[in-house]
């Protein structure tokens, strides 16, 4: 468990001489700019004094410590066996009940769009071109990462049934995977429980 994190505790409405009631405890993993109010955001590299900085796959919690995880446009990140290793991560760090929302692009949509789209006529440059008149602006970024730093690299993708595979294959039962749109491009989003 990271230093300074515990259970949050609210008083019970009608508090009087009635015992506190339990405020579940939500990791926002890889968070970036998304701080989320009565969550615990984290993130490698934190915007915020309010984030906990920590490094991935391995999380810095003990077992059974969430009640819920969102894990947005991270796992993307990580090569196979770390990414496999974060999942494996994720569901120790969830409590027996628990629910995590994984959400990753879509790579067989993004290699379609990739494909599909015009070349540029002329060198183009895809650091923050998220044009979609052409392969080398979003439909790469969602194939490769933007690229602006080390951590905004893509190292894997994930089909929807690859996505779903790997979660079973790690305990999570039921996976449900849906197609959605998101940071421009289509991504599947897995809810997932323990």
């Not at 984030?51 to 990140?77: C, K, N, R, T, Y």
């Not at 002329?122 to 194939?143: C, N, R, V």
């Amino acid at each position: 468990m990271c230093a300074g994190l515990g259970f949050l505790w609210k008083p019970a409405e009608n508090a009087g001489m009635a015992a506190p009631a339990l405020t579940p405890v939500r990791l926002n993993l890889g968070c970036g700019s998304d701080i989320r109010q009565e969550w615990i955001n984290v993130d490698l590299h934190p915007s915020d004094p309010r984030v906990v900085q920590a490094s991935f796959p391995s999380l810095p919690f003990g077992d059974d410590f969430a009640d819920e995880i969102v894990l947005s446009h991270v796992l993307e990140h990580f090569g196979y066996r770390d990414g496999l290793t974060l999942c494996h991560e994720i569901y120790r760090v969830l409590k027996p009940g628990g629910h995590a929302l994984i959400e990753v692009p879509d790579i067989a949509w993004c290699m379609a769009q990739f494909l599909g789209a015009p070349e540029m006529g002329d060198y183009t440059d895809p650091a923050g071109d998220y044009s979609t008149h052409h392969k080398w602006g979003l439909f790469a970024q969602g194939i490769w990462g933007d690229q602006h730093h080390d951590g905004l690299f893509h190292k894997w993708g994930f089909t929807a049934h690859r996505l779903l595979a790997q979660l079973g294959h790690v305990g999570f039962r039921p996976v449900e995977v849906r197609f959605v749109f998101s940071h421009g491009v289509q991504c599947l989003s897995a809810a997932c429980s323990k």
